[in-house]
């Protein structure tokens, strides 16, 4: 096959996971994180693969990464705008208006700068895949998440808009909707939304159980499975779509 895959927040949870199995298949994966210690651990697990720390929200760092990629390999068949960050839980009037644009920085701008990237090359190329890594709570509304719900959400208006923009020039544009993923990331969203709530962890955890048809959560793997399908021939006129890996959620209201 050998795509060349690169990932932004590709260091740890889902990026690391889609790294990990794009790697795997013997594609090229370049990735990109703001946390140094695990893009280093990254590198020594795939010592082949081009791993530098580069936060997405910064016009120079990503320059830098994005501009090694093109100069390694001259461009990229698939890029996942994926890193995030959950951001501030709270009622709308108490939260600090630095917290929600620190959250809507790295949501929602820092794939901007990711995505203008890719266009730039993939329509040059006329062909390529653009994966967003939105989120469930991209599709409805979630109490007290009112930046990372708004931050998700403009990720989705971006993809649909860039589908139109890209697709005459053959480049696919889509976003990836996570249900609640197990690991350490949804263990800090539990533990702030029952501060921010009132409601004990336990029964955090049971409104994302309950809100979901299949009665459960997600695993990395699950979103990997999703986005080798959308990086393959199989999903080649699929594209402006939310393809949710949630055990179909509606509402995260019980
Ligand atoms: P994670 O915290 O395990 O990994 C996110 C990675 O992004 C981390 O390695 C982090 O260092 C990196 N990152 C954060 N800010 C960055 C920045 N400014 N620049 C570069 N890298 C940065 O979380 P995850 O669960 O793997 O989340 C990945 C994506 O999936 C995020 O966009 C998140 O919003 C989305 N998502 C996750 C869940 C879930 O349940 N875990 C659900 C829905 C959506």
Redesign the pocket.
């Given at each position: 096959m050998g795509q060349r895959v690169v990932i932004?927040?590709?260091?740890?949870?889902?990026?690391?996971?889609f790294a990990r199995r794009f790697h795997a298949r013997g594609d090229r994966v370049a990735l990109?994180?703001?946390?140094a210690s695990?893009v280093a651990a990254a590198r020594a697990e795939m010592p082949d693969a081009i791993a530098v720390q580069?936060?997405?929200?910064?016009p120079a760092?990503m320059d830098a990464f994005l501009g090694k990629v093109e100069q390694d390999w001259g461009g990229a068949d698939v890029v996942c705008a994926?890193?995030?960050?959950?951001g501030p839980a709270g009622r709308i009037e108490d939260l600090d208006f630095d917290a929600w644009r620190a959250c809507l920085?790295?949501?929602l701008n820092?794939a901007f700068l990711t995505c203008r990237w890719a266009a730039r090359v993939m329509r040059g190329q006329g062909a390529g895949l653009i994966l967003l890594?939105?989120?469930?709570?991209?599709l409805y509304g979630v109490p007290h998440r009112s930046p990372?719900v708004a931050?998700?959400w403009g990720l989705i208006g971006l993809m649909k808009t860039l589908a139109m923009e890209l697709g005459p020039a053959g480049v696919r544009v889509n976003a990836?909707?996570?249900?609640?993923?197990?690991?350490?990331?949804?263990d800090?969203?539990v533990e702030m939304e029952a501060a921010a709530s009132g409601l004990s962890p336990d029964d955090v955890r049971q409104i994302y159980v309950k809100g979901s048809s299949l009665r459960t959560?997600?695993s990395?793997d699950d979103?990997a499975d999703m986005a080798l399908f959308l990086a393959s021939p199989a999903a080649a006129r699929v594209s402006g779509q939310v393809l949710a890996v949630?055990g179909h959620t509606e509402s995260m209201v019980p």
């Open positions: 932004t927040g590709g260091a740890s949870g889902i990026g690391l996971t990109c994180d703001a946390d695990a580069a936060d997405v929200t910064d760092q994926n890193a995030g960050t959950g920085d790295v949501n820092g890594t939105s989120s469930t709570s991209g990372y931050a998700k990836i909707a996570p249900g609640a993923v197990e690991g350490a990331r949804m800090r969203v959560w997600v990395a979103l949630d």
